[in-house]
Every structure is written in C-alpha cells, then in structure tokens.
C-alpha cells in the first residue's frame, strides 16, 4: 500500500479497524498519502504499532542510537506530530499514544498511537 495502488478496492466504514504493524516505519516522512487516506475514509478507529521517532530522549544513551538508527534507516518521521496537528484542529481524537519500551537493541518498534477521525 506504499503508492496506495488498489485503495479503490478497500471497503472502509466507521465500523473499520486500520491496524498497522511495523508498516508506517518504512514511509519516512511520506506519510501524507495514507493519513490523507484515513482521513477522507473516516474508519471508526486507528491503531498504529510503529517505532515513534519521536517518543526517544537524546539524553538517553540508548534512544540516542535509536535516533540515530532511525535516521539511518529512514524510518517514520513526523508521523505523531502531524497527528497532534490535526487533534489541535479537532479532525482527530487520540486516544492514546506511548511508548510501550519493547523492542531490541536498535530501536522500540511497537510504540503504540490510536487515534478516530472526528465526525
């Protein structure tokens, strides 16, 4: 779904669900295409399980090689501020966002946002 090829054929209501799991990550920060998406579709809900570039402390040593593992990757950037943007508009409700400190060596890749379209 990275070129959102096929989205024509996604069946998508307030009763819908969008789960991504360790997807996002691999948009950097080309990741208008899809929130527009999600946007204009209006699903009843939205579970993201990413790494969350921003969720990490470069005071910590080890976010700080997360951060720079993440840069290095291009791995998701921007995602959860844009979303605070669009919760500040009311076009969104997050309902929860936070690191849930699981992942390797490398990097945290099951931070968890949930967020619904406002109506």
């Not at 009763?15 to 991504?20: E, H, L, R």
């Not at 899809?34 to 910590?60: A, Q, R, T």
């Amino acid at each position: 779904m990275l070129t959102l090829e096929g989205k024509e054929n996604l069946q998508m209501c307030q009763d819908t669900a969008v789960i991504t799991i360790h997807s996002m990550e691999q948009l950097g920060n080309s990741f208008s295409p899809i929130l527009d998406y999600l946007l204009c579709k209006k699903p009843g809900i939205v579970f993201h399980l990413e790494p969350i570039f921003e969720f990490y402390d470069s005071g910590n040593d080890l976010d700080d090689l997360a951060i720079k593992y993440h840069k290095k990757k291009n791995y998701l950037n921007g995602y959860l501020p844009a979303l605070e943007e669009l919760e500040q508009k009311k076009m969104i409700k997050v309902i929860q966002k936070h690191r849930t400190h699981f992942g390797n060596l490398f990097e945290e890749q099951y931070s968890l946002i949930a967020w619904k379209p406002e109506p």
